[in-house]
């Protein structure tokens, strides 16, 4: 049912972006009580707002052509909406009929994706709010139907070490030593368990780390859950560490407080909000000159020591 005000809000067809942009749709959850919301995304990234208070439609754009716009126009156009906000910059939400409409344009070159996303309403840099995936009691509960019965129920320090290109990944073996580290009996999550996040062919990416503490104390997730399922079993973590990845913008979505190593790819536009950032020795600029297109087979993490992870996370768990 459409309520008294109604939203449409056109996400990005990237899931990655569309978790960084999420904190303006939770905004105007937070600041419109009497907004309902009809949601616009991909088949990659509308089903991250499946469980968004008063979600009166979620629309799933299955492809990008001319005919699927149309259809889409088809759904969309006997409404008069309160407001229309385009992540994607469309035409057609600017042949709808609105009160207001409020567009994203361009990102300026260096800006954080969080503070581009709030720039659609007009907000300023300071005000940009955090990343906010919404998650249901019922997604909470199937998620959490896989968490391990024995075990124990001690903190949960969740590793996201998957990534789509090798150029990003970082080696196993410095997510297991910093897990370790951690989850000692002498370690900041001492008794804690370990959450593994990520996709069925990340599996392999985490086979070492899934030794850092004993078996009945690893919660295994990887290939098991949807991204929103993901999203809610990461809130019951009380840290998180990964890779520049769909994982990791799921976490600080989550409100979990979130490390992630960096090296070929740019943490000043996609580190985690409000969380940490490491990497080596050499910047973004230095990783460009070498792969230009950020695109070959070169393991490029190998510089960053797990050490330095290792303190951005115990810093972080103090802050918290």
Not at 29 to 52: C, H, K, M, Q, R
Not at 127 to 144: D, G, Y
Not at 217 to 229: A, D, M, N, P, S
Not at 240 to 254: E, F, K, N, P, R
Request: charged content about 20%; glycine content about 8%; cysteine-free.
């Amino acid at each position: 049912m459409i309520g008294r005000f109604p939203i449409l809000y056109i996400v990005e067809a990237d899931a990655e972006d569309a978790v960084l942009s999420s904190g303006v749709l939770a905004h105007l959850v937070d600041s419109l009580p009497n907004a309902s919301f009809t949601i616009v995304g991909s088949a990659a990234s509308a089903p991250l707002f499946a469980d968004t208070p008063r979600l009166a439609k979620l629309i799933v754009l299955e492809r990008e052509g001319h005919f699927d716009w149309i259809a889409l126009w088809n759904q969309v156009r006997a409404t008069k909406w309160g407001l229309v906000v385009d992540m994607r910059g469309s035409a057609l939400s600017g042949k709808l009929r609105r009160q207001k409409r409020a567009v994203r344009g361009k990102d300026e070159p260096g800006v954080h994706a969080v503070v581009a996303a709030a720039a659609v309403l007009k907000l300023e840099p300071h005000e940009a709010p955090a990343p906010k995936i919404f998650t249901s009691e019922q997604t909470l509960a199937e998620a959490r139907a896989l968490f391990p019965t024995t075990g124990g129920d001690g903190p949960i320090l969740a590793i996201g070490p998957g990534v789509e290109w090798m150029g990003k990944r970082w080696p196993a073996e410095r997510y297991a030593k910093v897990a370790t580290k951690l989850l000692a009996d002498d370690g900041p999550l001492a008794g804690g368990r370990l959450m593994l996040v990520g996709e069925e062919f990340d599996r392999e990416s985490a086979h070492t780390i899934r030794y850092a503490v004993p078996r009945a104390r690893v919660i295994e997730l990887q290939g098991k859950l949807t991204r929103l399922q993901t999203a809610a079993a990461l809130s019951q973590a009380v840290l998180y560490v990964g890779a520049d990845s769909i994982w990791t913008h799921l976490a600080v979505a989550s409100g979990v407080p979130t490390v992630a190593v960096f090296g070929p790819s740019d943490e000043t536009v996609r580190g985690p909000w409000q969380g940490a950032s490491v990497r080596g020795p050499r910047s973004f600029q230095e990783f460009k000159a070498l792969d230009p297109r950020l695109n070959q087979a070169i393991q490029h993490m190998m510089d960053l020591p797990w050490e330095r992870a290792l303190k951005a996370a115990v810093k972080l768990l103090k802050a918290s």
